[in-house]
């Protein structure tokens, strides 16, 4: 099994213009997909990220704010999870149903291996 | 987050959301001042959302209630620190504050519900303006989801909504007076029976919205029959008998095939025999007092259609009776329109009509397009197709929704009649 980073990107906040109903619809998808894959001993951990937040960066001998993706995309949460290859999380990662709501992207990228580190 | 958050975490009851917003809008509103009531619905909108984020990642918390009231709260304390409010609430002698001592009780819940409904239907609102701010406040639906239910669009039920908390503004309500309450309570009880009538239209579209509304009515009037600021419950359980009683037949009005069935071709099997049951123990409720309502007659009529055993053995008779009784509290056209299809069935289409014809004459029904739908359909009883077809088309004329409308071309190319809503 190797371990997978899924990061999850939005613009904004997707879920603000969901109706009551379909926020509790959204929780209860994806509630149960989250479920499954832990009861499947793969998920590893799964988090939102809050809203807030900055971005460093070193610049001319000191740290920096910025600079900001021109963009409003925003990685709004991740999971950590075990597949047998980038295949395979990349299928587990199309069963997510946020999808569904077709407002979300998803970026899947292997955690690197490093012998006698992790 | 561990492992065994997520295995163990909670279900939601049905519609936690959406009734959890009715309640917050509601106790919130009652700090902010109904002048606030779109601060109070944003707020509430964002504890919502909140608690998605995290409850979709982490599981669904031991106490969801719990921890959505306090992020609700949290969200208030922080907009009441902002100046604009603070000068606003410290003005308001009257109003009680909140503060970070505020816990969300039963009671205050349960009252502060009550007052929006109250409010929401206050006389001085328009009718489509109340249905919708009853539905977006404290029925928890969206714009679009209130619009999709009643054919409408977006633009038209946020007009509504827009112009409904504007009149808002200055209605107050004392729960404390009993006179409010007493005089209120048949303007309450009509919106809520208004909204419903439309989810029970029978209609192919939007079916699970539609079956909604109308289970969201029967829960609006159970919050009043749980209220001890209403001492005189008996219009409140007959509704919920009359609302029982023909949601019971929802399911079977329309086919398969999105066609609409009438009452006498529809399959009694399906009928629900536990919502029946419900309207019956509600119908028992006031049978044992003695007063007469618009809602008792019409649950008892409603009743004796779920017990016939077939169209054929309906006891006609005591229908016609039972509007004949709705007559003497209610002497409106629409009532005598109403009972036309059980005076067909007792007394012949042929004196049916001429009744119609004589109402016509002394009423303005024939602006109303269900007026000549129900004439169409005696004329087709009577085989008089050619003045069956015109009325159909005057009727056609007369409607003024999308929906009404296409069944009435339906209706037109077939020459195959159903009986108006009512009897659906």
Request: charged share 25%; glycine share 4%.
């Amino acid at each position: 099994m190797r371990e997978f980073l899924l990061l999850i990107r939005s613009e904004e906040e997707p879920k603000a213009s969901l109706s009551p109903e379909q926020m509790q619809q959204h929780i209860e998808k994806i509630g149960g997909y989250l479920k499954k894959l832990t009861e499947e001993g793969r998920m590893k951990s799964a988090q939102p990220l809050e809203m807030e937040g900055t971005m460093l960066s070193y610049k001319n001998g000191q740290i920096v704010d910025g600079p900001y993706n021109e963009t409003k995309e925003i990685i709004s949460g991740y999971y950590h999870l075990l597949a047998e290859n980038l295949d395979e999380a990349i299928a587990i990662a199309k069963q997510d149903p946020r999808f569904e709501e077709g407002i979300w992207r998803m970026e899947v990228r292997p955690i690197k291996h490093v012998e006698g580190i992790n | 987050m561990s492992n065994s958050n997520l295995t163990q975490s909670q279900e939601l009851t049905t519609h936690f959301f959406r009734n959890e917003y009715g309640k917050l809008v509601a106790v919130i509103t009652g700090y902010l001042g109904t002048e606030n009531i779109e601060t109070a619905e944003d707020i509430v909108q964002e504890a919502l959302l909140k608690a998605t984020e995290h409850w979709e990642m982490r599981g669904i918390p031991e106490n969801p209630k719990a921890w959505l009231y306090t992020t609700a709260k949290n969200i208030t304390l922080n907009i009441l620190k902002r100046k604009k409010y603070q000068r606003e609430y410290t003005n308001t002698i009257q109003r009680p504050r909140l503060d970070e001592t505020f816990s969300f009780s039963e009671e205050i819940i349960e009252d502060s519900q009550l007052k929006m409904m109250f409010s929401c239907c206050h006389p001085s609102i328009a009718e489509n303006s109340q249905i919708a701010l009853i539905l977006k406040i404290l029925s928890g639906l969206s714009i679009a989801e209130i619009a999709n239910a009643f054919f409408s669009n977006e633009q038209t039920i946020n007009k509504r909504l827009v112009r409904g908390r504007k009149q808002m503004r200055n209605v107050v309500i004392d729960l404390k007076s009993k006179n409010v309450i007493e005089e209120r309570l048949d303007s309450v009880l009509k919106t809520i029976y208004l909204i419903f009538t439309e989810g029970y239209f029978p209609s192919h579209k939007n079916n699970v919205i539609r079956f909604d509304l109308c289970l969201e009515s029967i829960r609006l009037v159970k919050l009043l029959t749980e209220s001890i600021n209403i001492k005189n419950k008996t219009d409140c359980y007959a509704l919920l008998a009359l609302m029982y009683f023909n949601i019971s037949r929802f399911n079977s009005r329309v086919s398969s095939e999105g066609e609409i069935i009438d009452l006498k071709e529809q399959d009694r099997s399906k009928w629900d025999s536990q919502l029946i049951q419900s309207g019956t123990q509600y119908l028992d409720r006031i049978t044992q007092g003695n007063t007469i309502s618009k809602y008792s007659i019409l649950a008892t009529i409603s009743a004796n259609h779920c017990i016939s055993m077939s169209y054929e053995k309906t006891n006609w008779t005591e229908i016609l009776s039972l509007y004949d009784q709705l007559l003497l509290l209610e002497d409106s056209p629409i009532v005598h329109l109403n009972r036309i299809v059980a005076f067909s069935e007792v007394e012949g289409n042929k004196k049916a009509i001429e009744e119609l014809l004589q109402l016509e004459a002394r009423s303005d029904i024939a602006n109303y397009y269900l007026y000549h739908f129900t004439l169409a359909e005696l004329y087709k009883k009577c085989s008089q197709l050619k003045k069956a077809q015109q009325c159909y088309k005057q009727a056609l004329n007369l409607a003024s929704n999308d929906r009404d409308k296409e069944l009435l071309q339906k209706k037109i190319k077939k020459l195959v009649l159903i009986p108006p809503s009512q009897l659906s």
